[in-house]
Nanobody, 128 residues
Framework: QVQLVESGGGLVQAGGSLRLSCAVS????????RGWFRQAPGKEREFVAA????????YYADSVKGRFTIPTDNAENMVYLQMNSLKPEDTAVYYC?????????????????????WGQGTQVTVSS
């Protein structure tokens, strides 16, 4: 059973930064396509960022482009979500996700249906 474990959420003021971490319990994380999604109260879970298993391509939601990045540390089996210039509308539960096989193309990486493994979520709250 593959488990993803997130950490790093919390309360931050608008304009601040947070870094979320995600570790995989089994296998080598570089075997997986990896993504981050978020879900605000009363809203559907939405795509935030993704990175291909090769690390060669990254994808970002328009709402976070230029502010968030998805660095990885394959030696430590970790994927991160570096969040800068945070806004109150970034407040949500953030989920790490992974997949062993996502078809080539940015559309598929943005679709949560293509991810088979999910973390438990970590709360990020941005105050104004």
């Amino acid at each position: 059973q593959v488990q993803l474990v997130e950490s790093g959420g919390g309360l931050v003021q608008a304009g601040g930064s947070l870094r979320l971490s995600c570790a995989v319990s089994r296998g080598t994380f570089s075997m997986y396509d990896r993504g981050w999604f978020r879900q605000a109260p009363g809203k559907e879970r939405e795509f935030v960022a993704a990175i291909t298993r090769s690390g060669g391509s990254t994808y970002y939601a328009d709402s976070v482009k230029g502010r968030f990045t998805i660095p990885t540390d394959n030696a430590e089996n970790m994927v991160y979500l570096q969040m800068n210039s945070l806004k109150p509308e970034d407040t949500a539960v953030y989920y790490c996700a992974a997949s062993l096989s996502i078809p080539v193309g940015s559309t598929y990486y943005r679709d949560l249906a293509h991810y088979g493994y999910w973390g438990q979520g970590t709360q990020v709250t941005v105050s104004s």
